[in-house]
Nanobody, 122 residues
Framework: QVQLVESGGGLVQPGGSLRLSCAAS????????MGWFRQAPGKEREFVAA????????MYAESVKGRFTISRDNVKNTVYLQMNSLKPEDTAVYYC???????????????WGQGTQVTVSS
């Protein structure tokens, strides 16, 4: 089992920044990939970004490319999502997930955190 705990969400004005953290514990060595997903009210959960633990390969959704950066600290077993130039449409609950396959599909991720709310509003 892998336990994931997100933190860092909150209320921010358009154009502002937030950094989300996801602390992993348990059998973290069993997961090769960490991902961030988000779900806005009335919408399906969507892929945001992913990173591999060993090589730090990254991929992003087109909607966040150039604004968001995913990174990881293998010593702390923590993954980060730096979000800059935030827009109202970035408002959602953000979830951290762990999986074995380097893909964008949420169904391929085995473990999920409880989510953290990000609200972008003036």
């Amino acid at each position: 089992q892998v336990q994931l705990v997100e933190s860092g969400g909150g209320l921010v004005q358009p154009g502002g920044s937030l950094r989300l953290s996801c602390a992993a514990s348990g059998r973290t060595f069993s997961s090769r990939v960490m991902g961030w997903f988000r779900q806005a009210p009335g919408k399906e959960r969507e892929f945001v970004a992913a990173i591999t633990w060993r090589t730090s390969d990254t991929m992003y959704a087109e909607s966040v490319k150039g604004r968001f950066t995913i990174s990881r600290d293998n010593v702390k077993n923590t993954v980060y999502l730096q979000m800059n130039s935030l827009k109202p449409e970035d408002t959602a609950v953000y979830y951290c997930a762990a999986g074995d396959i380097y893909v964008r599909f949420s169904t391929s991720y085995n473990y999920w955190g409880q989510g953290t709310q990000v609200t972008v509003s003036s």
